[in-house]
Each structure stands twice: as C-alpha cells, then as structure tokens.
C-alpha cells in the first residue's frame, strides 16, 4: 500500500490528493530514479511508465545504474510538470511555478518475457497515449526492466501552475 503525503515542512505547498499526484506523473516526461552507490547518491534521468502504484524504466543489460541496484534496491524517485519561471525586478525574488512528485520505493529487476511486456507495453502508453504488445524477441531480451514498487510519495505544488 502507498502512503500519500508524508511530513512536509510547508503545508501549504503539499498534495495529499491520490488524483492529482497520479496527474503529475501521467504529464511529466522524465523521471529522475536516485540510488545510493555506498556513500555516494546517483541520481538518472529516465522515460518511465506508472500504473498500480509502480514505476517501470528500460535501460540497457549492464551499466552503473544496475549494479547499484544489484547491491541496494532503496530508490527514491521525483517527476515534476507545470514548470514556470517567475521573473521579478529583483533577482531573489525569483520563483518557480510547479507540480512535483517525490517517492521512495523498491527496486528490482523484471527477467520474465511476460512481465516484460506488461512493463514496456505501460512505458510506450505514457508516452504515446495507447499501449502495445507488438515487441520482438531480440528487443526483449536485450532490454532490461526495472521495476520499482512505491511505498510513500507527496505531491508538492508552488504558484498556480
């Protein structure tokens, strides 16, 4: 089960909506996954795809990203939409419109062909609007999934975005 809206130091700012979190993530376009790589973070920009409280990412079969994952699957996650640089007369007086969503949740990896194709089938769906099955055998065997079971996430929203 996904808790909704942790602690949040400015309130006001906080979504605890279910639909308007999961709007975000239906509009953003890129998800940052971060990892810790022992005391170091590494944080990737990735095309995703979301549905029952999951996150679905393609990469390639090696790479830093899985070795992290291989030794520690803790993730945080952050998609953001409805940026909006506010300009003022004075520079610190700047701001920012904006819709976020942060996370955290378990990663692993996906190895059977058949949850391959529910996870890659999700990802084109974001991206292109309809889902599809039609995916070759060499693609799915060179591709890998990763799969990240969400535990908490909060909205955050600044300005009238």
């Known amino acids: 089960m996904v808790i909704f809206g942790t602690d949040m130091r400015r309130k006001e700012k906080e979504i605890k909506d ?8 239906r509009k953003a376009q ?10 170091l ?4 920009p990735l095309c995703f795809g979301y549905g029952d409280d999951t996150l679905y990412f393609h990469t390639a079969q090696e790479g830093k990203k899985l070795d992290i994952l ?11 939409t409805d940026r909006e640089l506010i300009r003022s007369e004075t520079p610190c007086k700047w701001g920012m419109k904006f819709r976020s969503v942060v996370g955290f949740g378990k990663a692993s990896l996906v190895e059977d062909p058949v949850g391959k194709r529910k996870a ?8 292109a609007g309809s889902p599809t099955s039609d995916f070759e055998e060499t693609i799915l065997r ?15 929203k600044s300005g009238d975005p």
């Open 18 to 25: 279910r639909n308007e979190i999961e709007d975000i993530m």
């Open 120 to 127: 890659l089938a999700i990802i084109i769906e974001h991206y």
């Open 41 to 44: 973070p590494y944080i990737v």
């Open 70 to 80: 291989r030794k520690n699957r803790m993730v945080c996650f952050e998609c953001d």
């Open 30 to 39: 890129v998800c940052r996954l971060a990892m810790a790589d022992g005391p």
């Open 142 to 156: 060179k591709t890998c999934v990763i799969k990240v079971d969400i535990e908490d996430m909060t909205g955050k």
